[in-house]
Every structure is written in structure tokens, then in C-alpha cells.
């Protein structure tokens, strides 16, 4: 039990990744969804769209996060990938070759469930090799991949243990291990990492990254973490209600969140129309490298034809009035700033103070300090009521389309 | 040297994987192919039961209920308002209401402290305390109407009470039959159910009397509609025990049809009151449908935690007088209605007319007085147990089919309705009378027709009434089992590679086997003991052990009541044995009975 804190996943089963092996299959596409519109029906009859158009790619050797509030439809766009919820319309195509109708268990997708779905009346080594007996491996070979996969996931030995003698993250990593046994072309993860404590679910995202990575394979990750998403994907696809907002690499993803929605989800708290924002801000923006202020108050005349990643909008040079959204570590704290706010709260949160002020003229940000500054007496923690001075860190605020 | 031995395996396992994979995509273009053979295969699987159930349940009900309703070729209903007319049917009619009611209001008020205490507490002997509660609901009809009226006549141990032959008398034996029902449905679910929300309000400053009544009984409701429905129809239905304590003076109206068919001859009453039974049993079914839909919607929202359950606590400085009620209440019951009958039923059984000793038993290998058996009471045991293989194996195939078809949640809506009329559809034998299905039997399964009694092919047609009857408690038991499969280890199962039918083997046989271990005992209890039915169309040369205690105690002589207690402590001793032997592959997860 107490072997939540296992040895982090050994990189040695990776020698595997060689091209003959690699469950990406050389040069294919990888996958495709296009258009897919997923109709949900509930127990009392009712309706809803899940999955509404959406259209994503994932290319062979890739993490695609899909990131998105809960209820969003990302669980249901998983499920219809790997052939568990009809589609309404649209096409999901692996290198070209067209899914529909293809049964689940014909697919070579692997799915891992938040709950891990291990099966009771099996052991943890039956579990990891359920999916190579249905592959037809033999026992020899059965049982060096079960060995290998569990030495993968920090569980050697572990053949034996019955399944109800697991802790919650021993479990998981079983369920990992379970998936990734027949070599998946396609792994799909449902949230694997929600049901477990915070501490644990930091520790084993970057474990999972490390054995996707050291696998090669391919795969999507849904979770409703950001955290979660930014430390396991190659690329991150923001879902809400039913619809894709955006697909980018995380560091794009944060900096150029594509819409008010995106970077709303993405945490950013406080959104000034570019118009409206109070000098001191608007000067520090003008003095961005993009400009993006600037451009965006006179439109440009360039013409740029809108990016053909999904008719996303280039988030760099928003076509409308644009925002200036800013959050956590937006505004420093600074005498000679040019903002000034009022602190509404304040408290330690590991190493670092956050402070929420209501800044002038652009509402509630919060401002993160290192803790430290704050162990002598003489600087205490801001209260309530008290004024302070602020300065932009202009790398820290993203400009989106209003 | 290592490295590449280990390299060279997973070279082959990869081959195989590529292989598969070749193989996977070759199969895709058979899309439709696939949808049309697996609808063949789940149409075979729903339709062998319900053929059998057609043949075998539908048409020997529907020609005996005809036969009432058709005069020369025409319809006839004016057998109702004759047998409406009469007062004898508004008697037979209230008095079965009346049994019900009461007995199934106070098994629900002995059941839940019984479920409490078994299910809710742990104490040294809980085990043997649930096994010997068990053991009255398995016991054939007839024999729990012997018991009973051993322990009731004049010189038995509660002769004093004036109960023999009494409503009274019905009412307990109706309860100690269906006590079982109610302690195991109710703690089976309370064993699963959260203790935290009764904490809560503990914590919030309810006294326990009050936080049970407000929180854990509203919660247990499903649960005890659920059990009251199932004891309410097994009284309704009752036959043996009425039969045997009742006499003409009290019945049910089971056992009016069983007069009505065979002493008076009048078929057109007995179809009557088959009718009127079948729309109680209907209604009665879609209240418990409804008490079960609500309970495994709860079950099924329940933390699947295991529940620990404390420490009795009847002393002591923490001591709970929950726990004292429940305990006087059980023992109470353990003690005087279930022990007391079958107490006595065991005494009574070494008491001979020279005093004491197992000269009943050696009689058992003897036909009795004169005119009394035509085989050995050994013989009739042999027979019974033949039967009930037979029977078993009938209802264990046939119920475990339909608790497969019932348990899919298929996606289309049609399909679901399906599926849901099914499981209505298979609960109906357990209402019907046996008495309509024996006799039914025989009118419609031989021709002639006619009360020319041909009884030609009943070594065949008895396995197949009883199996009739058990089908629908095999199904009970193996449904929910099959139900609390999670349907994401379905797919989690189908993701790694495993077809419709692998599935099946690895995932739901392993977990429904264990369940099925007790299916089969139930089955085969319910074969042993089966009465109703089995005195239809047991020959004369090869009764079963029921209808030969029956026999025995419609005969005068002492010698003959002696073997009859010894008869039915054969009986209660095979049935314990199998039921004791199933209850030991029974899986945690609980069936409804």
C-alpha cells in the first residue's frame, strides 16, 4: 500500500521503439477525426450532442492532451475513437483507412480508464497480459512482457498480488501497463490520473509521459487538468461544450490562448479590452516584440488569410478589438510601478505568496511572490484594504480576440 | 547473451501483433456480416427460453384457462359471474389477501432487526446463524406444513395456543417459509450500504432511533418493497402449507384450484380463479419490478467499498440498544418459529410406538401400512433426486440464458423494451399456480383430453414442470450478479483485443460462475421440494418424496405420521446438504434471495 511512491517508470523497455516495432506503424498518417458529431442519449430519453463537428489529427509517435471542462464531450469524443459510441456524422480514419464500423476490439486501440476497469477475478500479471492472450501471444512470451511492462511501471514482482490489494496508484499502474501489453497503435487515456491524490497524480504524469515517450506511442490523453495536460502532451486541444477552441503546443497554448474562453480556462483571471486598459499597461504592451496591441487597434491591412489549422484565428494578430488577459504573475509587484490596486486577500501556497489585488481600471489579479521575502518580520503579508504598486511583465499577459 | 534472447522474444511477440493486425484489416470490410450473426446468436439465446417457456408454461396455462372460457366452440364468460356469485370465492378470495397481508407485514417486521443483526453486526457464530435462517425457505412446502402442525396439535409444545387448524397457524408457517426472503434481500443491501450517511447524522445530533428512521430505513425502502413484494407473492401462492394447515376450511386460492380441479371436477372455477390468481400475481410483479429498478439504481450509486461491520455490542460500556432489540427480536425467531418446528419435527421423528428410536427410519424402507405407498420412502427419495438433476440442469440453462439476455444494455430503444419484457415475462412462473401448471400439464400435454388421467412421459414432464418453477429464482440470483458488471470492463476487455463472445468467457463467466453455484442449489431445492405441480403428475409407481410424505399423513396411524416426520427429515437433510453446498460457491455479491 505504501507503494504509491514505486520507482518511476524504467526508460529500459523502450528499446523497443526501433521502426519495425514502433506501434506507430513508420510513416502513416496516424489518426484522423473529421467533422465527427456524437449524439448522447440519456437514460430518460433525452438527447444531447456530446460531440458537435469536431475535426483533430494525431500524427504516429505523438501526445495529444485533450483538455477541457468536465462534461465538455472529450470522454465522449475518446469513446468514439475507440468505437464504443457510434458516430452521428463525420469520419474518424486511421492512415487513411476508414474506422466506421470497424468493432471495438479490432481497432489495436488501447483504452485506459480513470478507474483503471482491472479485472477482479484476475491477478495483476493475468490483467497486464489479458490483451496479449487475445492477441494469441504465447505463454513464454506472455510472461517476459508482463515482466517487462511491469518492471516499466515500477511494479517488478507484482505478478501474484490479487487486484483488491492494490492502492489507488498501484492500480493505475497496473491499468497502464495493461494497455500498453499488446502494443496499442492508438492509446487512449480517460482521465487516468483524476482519482488519485494531488501529490501522486503530479508524480505519475510525468511517469506516463516518460513511458508514452520511451514507448513511442501514440496517444490521447483526456483530463480537465491543465497541469496535467501541459506536463504530458506534445500538443494540447482545448474542448468545450461539445466543440474544439484550440489546438497548440502548450507554450503556445498559454501565451496565445485563442479565444477569452480558452484563456478563462487556461486560469487567466482578469480581461481589459485593449480600448479601455489603463495606460500603464497599454504602453508596456506596445512595447511588445508583436506589437499586438498596437496592430490590433488599427486593423491590419495585410490581408493574411486565417490559419488553416481548423480555421483557428492566429492568435498573435486577433482580426477584431482585442483583450488583454492576465493572471497569475501578469503583475509584479514594483514602488515605481505604473498600476496601482487594492489587496483583497492573501496567503502562502507552497513557497510562494499570492496575493489577490483589485488593480485599477483591470479587476482581480492575483500577484505571486516568492515566500521567502516574506520571513523577516518587517515585510509581513499584505492585508486587505492596503494599496499597492504594480508593473506589467508583458511575456506574462496574452492578447485574444475580444 | 541475455539481452538477445530476451530481444529475439519480443521480436516474436511483435510478429504475432503485426500478424493480428493483418488479419484485423482484412476483417474489416465484413461490417454487416458480423451484425447480422451476432443478432442470430442473442436471438437464439432469447429464443430457446422463451419457446420453452411458450411450450412448456404458456400453452398448458392458456388451454386449461380455455377450457373454462370455451363452451362448444364459442366463447363463454359467464363462468365468472357464476363463480363471482358465489361466497365461497369472496371468501377464498379475502382469506388469501388476509394471509398475505399479515404474513408478509410481520416477516418485513421480524426480517429487518434479523437483517440488522446478520448483515450490520459481527458476532462469533454469525455464519451458522445465517446458514440455519436460510434453511426454513428451502424446506419443502410440506414439510414446513407437517412441522407446523406438530409443533401446534393439541400435544404438541405450543398445543396450549388452541392454534391447530387455525388462521393463526397459516400465518406462521406462511412467515417462517418467508423470513429468510426478508433478511437476506434487506441485508444484502444494507451490507453494501454506506454507513457514513447514518454518521452524518449522528453527528449532526440524531439519537440512533432517529437517524435510522430518518436516514438509513428511507434508504433500505427499496430493499423492503422489494422483499415484501417477493413474500407477499410467495403466500399469495402458497399451496403446501395451506393444504396441510388449512384443511378445507381455510384456502388460498391456489389451493381452491387444486379442489375445484381435482375434488369437484370444475374446470370452469378453476379457470376463474386461475385468472383472478394470474392478475394479482401480475400486479404484484410490476411492484416488485419497480421496488427492484429503484434498488439496484441505489446499489448501483453505492460506494463499492467494503463495509465493515462493528462488533455486536449488547453490554458493556458500549452497549446499543439497537443492537439488544435486534438480538431479542432475532433469537426470539431463531429460537421459537424457526427452531421450535423443525425441533419437533425431529423429535417427533424418533419417537415410535414402542418409545423411543430410529424405528421410523428403518420404516422408510418399507411402503408403510397397508394401501399406503406402492414404493419404499428410500425409492421415492431416489426418484426425487433423479427428478431434480433433471430439473436442475433444465433451469440452470434455461434461466441462465435469460439472465444473460437481460442483462445487456443494448443501445437501440426497441431492443431495451425487449429485453425488460423478457425479464417481466420470466418472473411470471413464480406467481402462477403450480397447481395450474401441473394440471395444465396434463390436460394439454396429452390427448386425449379429458380427465382421462394418461400419464404416459411424466418422468419427462415432472423435471419440466419443476424446472418451470425454478427458472425464474435461478434468474433472480444470476441477473443481479451479471447486472453489477461494470459494462466499462466490457469494453475495457474489448479495447485489449477480446470479441463479443471472448468477452462473455472472460469477463462475465468468471464472475457469474460463482453466483451460478447457488443458482443451481436454489434449483435444485425448489426441484426436491416441489409440490404443487409434482402431485399433477407423479405415477402412482414413481412419487417423489413429497408426494409420498403427503400420502403418509392422509393416512391413519401412527406408524404411518412417524414415517412421515422421518420422510421430512430426509428431506430437510438433502435439501440443507445442497443448499449448504452452494451457499459455499456463493459469491459477495448478493442475488435476491
Known amino acids: ?402 | 547473451m541475455q539481452s538477445a534472447a530476451v530481444g529475439g522474444k519480443r521480436g516474436a511477440r511483435s510478429a504475432a501483433l503485426r500478424a493480428r493486425r493483418r488479419t484485423l484489416r482484412r476483417g474489416w470490410g465484413r461490417g454487416r456480416g458480423r451484425w447480422v450473426g451476432r443478432g442470430v446468436v442473442w436471438g437464439l439465446a432469447a429464443g430457446v427460453p422463451l419457446v420453452f417457456l411458450g411450450v412448456f408454461f404458456a400453452y398448458p396455462v392458456v388451454s386449461l384457462v380455455a377450457r373454462g372460457f370455451v363452451t362448444d366452440g364459442g366463447l363463454d364468460l359467464s363462468a365468472f359471474a357464476e363463480v363471482f356469485g358465489r361466497d365461497r370465492t369472496w371468501r377464498v378470495i379475502g382469506l388469501t389477501l388476509a394471509q398475505a397481508t399479515v404474513g408478509t407485514a410481520i416477516a418485513v417486521v421480524l426480517g429487518v432487526p434479523g437483517a440488522y443483526l446478520l448483515y450490520r453486526t459481527s458476532f462469533r457464530g454469525r455464519g451458522l446463524v445465517r446458514a440455519f435462517v436460510v434453511v426454513p425457505f428451502v424446506l419443502p412446502t410440506v414439510v414446513v406444513g407437517v412441522a407446523f402442525r406438530s409443533v401446534l396439535a393439541p400435544h404438541g409444545p405450543l398445543g396450549f395456543l388452541g392454534w391447530d387448524g387455525t388462521f393463526a397457524a397459516i400465518v406462521a408457517a406462511l412467515v417462517f417459509f418467508n423470513y429468510a426472503v426478508v433478511v437476506r434481500t434487506v441485508g444484502g443491501f444494507w451490507a453494501h450500504l454506506d454507513p457514513r450517511a447514518e454518521q452524518a447524522a449522528r453527528a449532526l445530533g440524531a439519537p440512533p432511533l432517529r437517524a435510522f428512521l430518518a436516514v438509513t430505513l428511507p434508504a433500505l425502502t427499496p430493499a423492503i418493497a422489494s422483499a415484501a413484494a417477493i413474500v407477499f407473492l410467495f403466500c399469495a401462492t402458497a399451496f403446501g402449507v395451506v393444504l396441510v394447515l388449512g384443511g378445507l376450511r381455510y384456502g388460498t386460492v391456489e389451493t381452491e384450484i387444486w379442489v375445484q380441479t381435482t375434488q369437484m371436477l370444475d374446470l370452469r372455477s378453476a379457470a376463474v380463479l386461475s385468472v383472478v390468481q394470474l392478475v394479482v400475481v401480475a400486479g404484484v410483479l410490476a411492484a416488485a419490478g419497480r421496488a427492484r429498478t429503484r434498488r439496484e439504481r441505489a446499489l448501483a450509486l453505492g460506494a463499492p467499498e467494503r463495509v465493515t461491520a462493528p462488533r455486536l455490542a449488547l453490554g458493556g460500556p458500549d452497549r446499543r440498544v439497537g443492537d439488544r432489540s435486534a438480538a431479542a427480536v432475532t433469537g426470539v425467531v431463531v429460537v421459537g418459529l424457526l427452531g421450535m418446528p423443525l425441533g419437533t419435527v425431529l423429535v417427533r421423528s424418533l419417537r415410535t410406538g414402542s418409545g423411543w428410536g430410529f424405528g421410523n427410519y428403518a420404516n422408510l424402507a418399507t411402503t408403510g401400512g397397508p394401501n399406503t405407498l406402492n414404493v419404499t420412502v428410500w425409492a421415492a427419495a431416489l426418484t426425487s433426486l433423479r427428478t431434480a438433476v433433471d430439473a436442475t440442469v433444465i433451469a440452470v440453462v434455461i434461466g441462465g440464458l435469460v439472465a444473460l439476455v437481460v442483462s445487456r444494455r443494448p443501445r437501440a430503444r426497441n431492443a431495451r423494451r425487449a429485453v425488460s419484457l423478457l425479464d417481466a415475462v420470466f418472473m411470471l412462473p413464480l406467481g402462477v399456480s403450480a397447481v395450474t401448471v401441473g394440471f395444465g400439464f396434463l390436460i394439454s400435454m396429452h390427448r386425449p383430453l379429458g380427465l382421462d388421467l394418461d400419464l404416459r412421459g411424466s418422468t419427462v414432464l415432472i423435471p419440466i414442470a419443476q424446472a418451470v418453477v425454478a427458472t425464474p429464482l435461478v434468474v433472480r440470483t444470476v441477473l443481479p450478479v451479471l447486472r453489477a458488471i461494470d459494462s466499462r470492463l466490457h469494453e475495457a476487455a474489448a479495447v485489449l483485443g477480446a470479441g463479443p463472445a471472448r468477452v462473455l468467457a472472460h469477463v462475465d463467466w468468471p464472475v457469474a460462475a460463482r453466483s451460478l453455484g447457488l443458482a443451481v442449489g436454489l434449483a435444485f431445492a425448489v426441484s426436491l421440494g416441489e409440490f404443487g405441480a409434482t402431485s399433477f403428475l407423479a405415477r402412482p409407481d414413481r412419487p417423489t418424496l413429497p408426494v409420498v410424505i403427503f400420502r403418509l399423513i392422509g393416512r391413519p396411524g401412527a406408524d404411518n405420521l412417524g414415517m412421515a416426520f422421518a420422510a421430512c427429515v430426509l428431506l430437510g437433510a438433502m435439501t440443507a446438504a445442497v443448499m449448504a453446498l452452494a451457499e459455499r460457491l456463493r459469491s459477495g455479491a448478493a442475488g435476491e434471495f
Do not use: C
Not at chain 1, 496516424?30 to 430518460?44: F, I, N, Q, T
Not at chain 1, 462534461?71 to 464504443?84: C, E, I, M, N, Q
Not at chain 1, 474506422?99 to 482491472?118: I, K, N, S
Open chain 1, 1 to 402: 500500500m505504501s507503494d504509491d511512491a514505486g520507482q518511476p517508470f524504467r526508460v529500459r523497455f523502450l528499446g523497443s521503439g526501433t521502426p519495425e516495432t514502433s506501434p506507430g506503424g513508420g510513416g502513416g498518417s496516424g489518426l484522423a477525426v473529421r467533422d465527427v458529431v456524437v449524439h448522447y442519449r440519456d437514460d430518460d430519453g433525452t438527447v444531447a450532442t456530446a460531440v458537435d463537428g469536431l475535426s483533430l489529427d494525431v500524427t504516429p509517435g505523438e501526445v495529444v492532451a485533450l483538455l477541457g471542462p468536465s462534461g465538455s464531450g472529450k470522454s465522449t469524443l475518446l469513446r468514439a475513437v475507440a468505437g464504443l459510441e457510434p458516430l452521428s456524422a463525420g469520419s474518424i480514419t486511421w492512415d487513411g483507412a476508414d474506422l466506421v464500423g470497424v468493432p471495438v476490439h479490432r481497432r489495436g486501440f488501447g483504452l485506459m480508464f480513470q478507474d483503471g476497469q482491472l479485472f477482479p477475478h484476475r491477478d495483476v500479471g493475468g490483467n497486464v497480459a489479458f490483451g496479449l492472450e487475445m492477441g494469441g501471444i504465447d505463454r513464454a512470451g506472455r510472461r517476459t512482457a508482463v515482466r517487462e511492462l511491469l518492471e516499466l511501471v515500477g511494479l517488478e514482482g507484482f505478478e501474484r498480488r490479487e487486484v483488491s490489494t492494490l492502492s489507488g496508484g498501484e492500480r493505475q499502474r497496473v491499468a497502464l501497463a495493461r494497455s500498453l501489453a499488446p502494443r496499442p497503435r492508438l492509446l487512449l487515456l480517460d482521465e487516468p490520473l483524476s482519482a488519485l491524490d494531488r501529490a501522486l497524480r503530479e508524480r505519475l504524469a510525468g511517469e506516463v509521459r516518460a513511458a508514452l515517450v520511451a514507448t513511442g506511442t501514440t496517444a490521447i490523453f483526456v483530463t480537465h487538468d491543465h497541469d496535467e495536460a501541459f506536463a504530458v502532451a506534445d500538443r494540447i486541444a482545448v474542448m468545450d461544450r461539445a466543440r474544439l477552441l484550440q489546438v497548440a503546443e502548450p507554450v503556445e497554448l498559454w501565451h496565445r490562448p485563442a479565444s477569452r474562453r480558452v484563456a478563462e480556462f487556461l486560469g487567466y483571471e482578469a480581461f481589459v479590452p485593449v480600448d479601455d486598459a489603463p495606460p500603464g499597461l497599454v504602453d508596456v504592451m506596445a512595447g511588445r516584440s508583436g506589437e499586438a496591441a498596437r496592430s490590433s487597434r488599427r486593423p491590419s491591412a495585410s490581408g493574411a488569410p486565417p490559419s488553416p489549422a481548423h480555421d483557428l484565428p492566429d492568435p498573435a494578430r486577433p482580426p477584431g478589438p482585442a483583450v488583454l488577459a492576465l493572471g497569475p504573475g501578469s503583475l509584479l509587484r514594483d514602488d515605481a510601478g505604473t498600476l496601482a490596486g487594492t489587496v483583497v486577500s492573501s496567503g502562502f501556497r507552497r513557497g510562494v505568496v499570492e496575493t489577490v489585488v483589485d488593480v485599477d481600471g483591470v479587476g482581480e489579479v492575483t500577484v505571486v511572490e516568492p515566500s521567502g521575502a516574506f520571513l523577516s518580520v518587517a515585510s509581513a503579508l499584505p492585508g486587505p484594504g492596503d494599496r499597492l504598486r504594480l508593473r506589467p511583465d508583458p511575456a506574462a499577459i496574452a492578447v485574444v480576440p475580444a
